[in-house]
């Protein structure tokens, strides 16, 4: 029986248990994408709080690419210094834990950018905002921007890196059918449209060597017609593993998705598609399991199940029937980030606190990721 203290690989990494904090924007950045003291905070509480592996907040690779305000970067040298204080706070106070950089290009969904790129040129529906659909010269920049990006976060002393390829940003939309409509070699077949993310592998492979694990976060579902579908992520995910990635965080779902009605999902959208609220009553738990065991049966690399997970009777559940290799929290470890300290101890109830309510998402506006309701009660 696997239990959620075994130690279990990614690449050349041993991960000292089955528990991940999966990547959240944390809001706490300069205007230029510097680390502050308040990140350092952050990743120190969640370091001493038992987690096995800690995934970053997203940092964008090109200004092209930032989605919001106090968002980290990663698009030039200047900015390794202060990545390594991130770095360095979760070894010093993390007892092993391991720490992932996670690097996005946002794509279309660039909020305020008054030229967004993309794949083609496919309305985004929730702004209405045409993107511009990307020259080949580029793509080829981009594919560059997250190479060298790759190489920063190994001289800033990160473990590995994971692109973000989910939630309709821009390696999910060359992904994706619904935004891309590319009839060049970056468009039509899987292989034409995981191309870009092979091209940056291979460069970043060349920049930082083999033994420096690349992983990748991608959509089980885009929920939107015309988008990807499970048959579709299965084929990627056996693409992306035969690359070289070595792991594959499952997810799901565009921010176009908040414009279908409830009926039409089975579930209820919020603002921000990929963190479904109300677990446990009007959603239901790890809703993004389903997807990540289609995915699992396909491949030979660590899967990474991620939204919703509210109990360690659901972990359980998860690592016995072999549905994941690991299971990550964004949300709860924002309430509780000794969550994983206090299950591993057998101390306190098996649920977790979070009430997946997103007020934390408010809080991003103003101070900073923090749980809000923690604070009123």
């Not at 991960?15 to 809001?27: H, L, V």
């Not at 040129?121 to 993107?131: C, D, I, M, R, S």
């Not at 790759?150 to 994971?162: C, L, N, S, T």
């Not at 994983?340 to 101070?367: A, H």
Request: proline letters at 3%; glycine letters at 10%.
């Amino acid at each position: 029986m696997i239990m959620f203290s075994t130690p279990k690989k990614i690449g050349q990494l041993n991960i000292k248990n089955r528990f991940i904090r999966s990547a959240t924007y944390e809001g706490m950045a300069t205007e230029e994408g510097q680390v502050t003291d308040k990140h350092v905070t952050l990743y120190k509480n969640l370091a001493e709080g038992g987690v096995g592996l800690i995934i970053t907040g997203y940092a964008y690779v090109q200004r092209s690419g930032i989605a919001f305000d106090k968002q980290l970067g990663a698009y030039n040298d200047d900015l390794i210094h202060g990545l390594s204080k991130i770095a360095d706070i979760i070894h010093k106070y993390g007892d092993d834990c391991k720490v992932v950089l996670q690097l996005v290009h946002c794509g279309r969904q660039s909020r305020h950018l008054e030229i967004r790129l993309a794949p083609s040129a496919v309305l985004e529906k929730l702004t209405k905002f045409l993107p511009k659909e990307m020259s080949k010269k580029e793509i080829s920049e981009t594919i560059e921007a997250f190479a060298q990006a790759i190489r920063r976060a190994k001289e800033a002393g990160f473990d590995a890196v994971q692109l973000h390829g989910a939630h309709g940003y821009l390696i999910s939309e060359f992904f994706s059918p619904y935004t891309n409509k590319r009839i060049d070699e970056y468009g039509g077949s899987i292989d034409n449209r995981t191309r870009i993310v092979e091209e940056i592998y291979k460069k970043g492979v060349e920049l930082v060597g083999e033994d420096f694990p690349i992983l990748i976060k991608m959509n089980g579902g885009d929920f939107l017609e015309g988008g990807l579908t499970i048959e579709d992520s299965t084929k990627i995910a056996k693409r992306l593993a035969t690359i070289g990635f070595k792991a594959i965080e499952v997810s799901g779902g565009m921010w176009e998705v908040v414009l279908r009605k409830k009926k039409d999902l089975g579930w209820k959208p919020t603002f921000i598609p990929e963190s479904r609220m109300l677990i446990g009553t009007v959603n239901e738990p790890a809703y993004n399991l389903p997807f990540a065991k289609e995915i699992k049966k396909a491949i030979n690399i660590p899967v990474i199940v991620v939204g919703g997970i509210n109990s360690l009777d659901i972990v359980e559940q998860i690592l016995e029937e072999g549905s994941a290799d690991f299971v990550a929290f964004s949300r709860p470890l924002i309430r509780e980030p000794d969550l994983p300290e206090r299950w591993l101890k057998g101390v306190g109830d098996r649920k977790v606190e979070c009430l997946f309510c997103n007020s934390c998402l408010s809080s991003l506006i103003s101070t900073g990721l923090r749980c809000v309701k923690k604070e009123q009660s």
